[in-house]
């Protein structure tokens, strides 16, 4: 170690790092900052939230898109069960019977959760319900279970709509994938501008397909009442039609296929805080508008389906074919048809906004109870959850590529997960009637408690329907997410736990004696400069620059700097480091320094910040992997001294000197 002090030394003026900083008014906005403000609007502060909240109307279009779009491929998932095996019997005698009782347990769930929705006003998700009644554990399992959902209803979502959009104009299945990808991304975008901007934004495209599908079955049964039902011809690449013989299983396989349409039920119950005030009560007018809805529109497309005999196929759907025979030619039918198809598809890719409306707010509940990223419970730019509408975002993407935005293959994954939290939740439910005996609690013990029945008994017939198709792989998912939920929850309780012990004795302990702070050079510049200058500031009992010399030459190069500068004020340590660990050798003499127990070490590292991005990767991250070195060292505490690239003019005069410095001298 060579060490430079010369305490005789005549003072000398020091190096002045720049010129004092602006006031914050002055300092510019941050370029990603700028750009977030172009892309989704001005901030939001914190006490607008209450202005974000949502009326029935904007409400209706945001949470129960999901729902009501499912009834444009509910009844086909039916047929796509039944036609191979049992043909044209489908039609007549099991598509209508089955979306019945389909619709009977839809009107179980609205009353299940409206119960839910008047006990837990402030939230009642599957998630609260079932941690506050049944305890965590198998609230992560309700938890996971929906998150998947909203996942997977994501991916469904812009399948399905691209289906419709290449059922009408076949020029696009080609493009089906980066055009899905591409939705996901816009509705991200939609949400990250505020739940109120979303609704929207969003609301037209589902008013549109309410109005469409309900003028498409009011023109559809009036004609066939008054001029005759007629078929269908099977379009071209059709499914089977098979002529097999009905059987328990095969009714259930349907049954099972048109459990998509319930997803999404439960979204109005875990948005209630989104609602105006009174929110629990708007949230329960809400969700019984929803129910009439879809189960008048699922009731009625499955009757014209049965009555057309829309046989599914792989480049149309049964949706388009019940509305191009409902409206006929013409040009009047062929204008209703493409708004109908439109509507479809628009509303198909929106009931994805059901997902980023909800799946934000559950990951927000899972994080503030330690079971997921802390992250997660952050509000962003526009006061929504935007970490998780980013997440959901990314996890949507990857199902659509894996299948190739095919909704055939993507079903059997579907409904699983939603049906496994609808039980969970009516469970939790029925067990805070028995506990709590409140006005009316048997009836709401009977509601609830049939609820659970109900979709336990649906959970069952889809997992073992589905199970060879895909919910397997649910089924498997969902038990090892909640493991590694439950180990996150050890972490953070380990972190929490450890973080207040012992406080008051922390806060007790006897100050060290000396105080020794090194500043770390890598060259006589202005950061150096400047870490100096605050190292003077800290009166410490002794202050030393330490270079660690990967190179002996810029060593000796940077010593005679040192005294031709007159910083011989400030000692400086060379330290050979031939073998060029500069963190190893960096944590020696940090280590030397605190030899004794007595001295407290506070080591200042110079740091460049770059005013772009690219400018970064053209230097490494030592500054970085120093602090990181020390990291775990009691008693050495790191201090990053920023210096701020571009923040002086250069004159012309200095470029010239700078330049006539490097060239070779003779």
Known sequence: MTVIDDPQAAPTTPVVPGPLPPSVGGIP?????????????????????????????????????????????ASEEILRALVPAIGFLAFTAFLVPITGVLVAVLVILVFSYRQTIKAYPSAGGAYIVTKDNLGLLPAQVAGVALLTDYILTVAVSVSAG?????????????????MAL??????????????????????????????????????????????????????????????GVVTIVLLLK??????????????????????????????????????????????????LAAKYQAVPSEKTTVISEVARQAFGGGPVGHAIFFFVQAATMLILVLAANTSFADFPRLASFHADDAFMPKQLTKRGHRLVF???????????????????????????????????????????????????????????????????????????????????????????????MVALLM???????????????????????????????????????????RAIQYARTMHADETRAVHLAADPEHALDLARKWEQLGLTRVPLDIVDCPDRRIERALLDVVCEELSGDRTEVSVLIPKREYKHFWHRLLHDQTSRKLAKALAQVPHANVTLVPYHLGSIHISDEEWEAFHASKQPHH
């Open 29 to 73: 906005e941050a370029r990603s900052y700028r750009l977030k403000q172009k892309v989704l609007g001005p901030a939001l502060h914190t006490d607008q939230l209450e202005h974000q909240r949502l009326g029935k109307p904007t409400a209706l279009a945001v949470f129960a898109s999901d729902a009501l779009s499912s009834t444009a491929y």
């Open 182 to 243: 591409g939705f996901i991304a816009v509705i991200a975008w939609g949400n990250l501008r505020g739940v109120k901007e979303s609704g929207r934004i969003f609301a037209v495209p589902t008013y549109a397909f309410i109005v469409s599908m309900f003028l498409m079955i009011i023109v559809g049964v009036t004609r066939g009442v008054m001029n005759g039902f007629a078929t269908i011809p099977p379009p071209d690449g059709h499914i089977a039609i098979g002529t």
């Open 162 to 178: 691209m289906a419709a959009l290449y059922s009408a104009v076949p020029f696009f299945y080609p493009y089906r994938v980066p």
């Open 254 to 303: 349907g049954f099972a296929s048109g459990g998509a349409a319930m997803t999404g039920v439960e979204a109005i119950s875990n948005g209630v805080p989104a609602f105006k005030k009174p929110e629990a009560k708007h949230a329960r007018q809400t969700l019984m508008i929803m129910g009439v809805c879809l189960g008048t529109l699922f009731l009625g497309i499955s009757f």
């Open 386 to 480: 935007s970490n998780g509408i980013i997440a959901l975002a990314v996890a949507a993407a990857i199902p659509v590529l894996l299948f190739q935005a095919d909704v055939s293959h993507l079903i059997p994954l579907y409904a699983i997960g939603v049906f496994t939290s609808f039980t969970l939740s009516q469970a939790g439910m029925s067990v805070r009637h028995v506990k709590l005996k409140e006005p009316g609690w048997r009836l709401g013990l009977f509601v609830n408690g049939l609820g659970a029945v109900t979709t336990l008994v649906v959970t069952l017939v889809i997992g073992w329907m589905k199970f060879s198709h895909g919910a397997w792989f649910i089924i498997i998912l969902v038990p090892v």
């Open 487 to 529: 180990r996150l929850n050890k972490q953070y309780e380990h972190e929490a736990v450890e973080l207040i012990h012992d406080v008051d004795d922390a806060i007790g302990t006897p100050v060290l004696p000396r105080h020794s702070v090194l500043v770390m050079v890598g060259d006589v510049d202005r950061p150096t400069a």
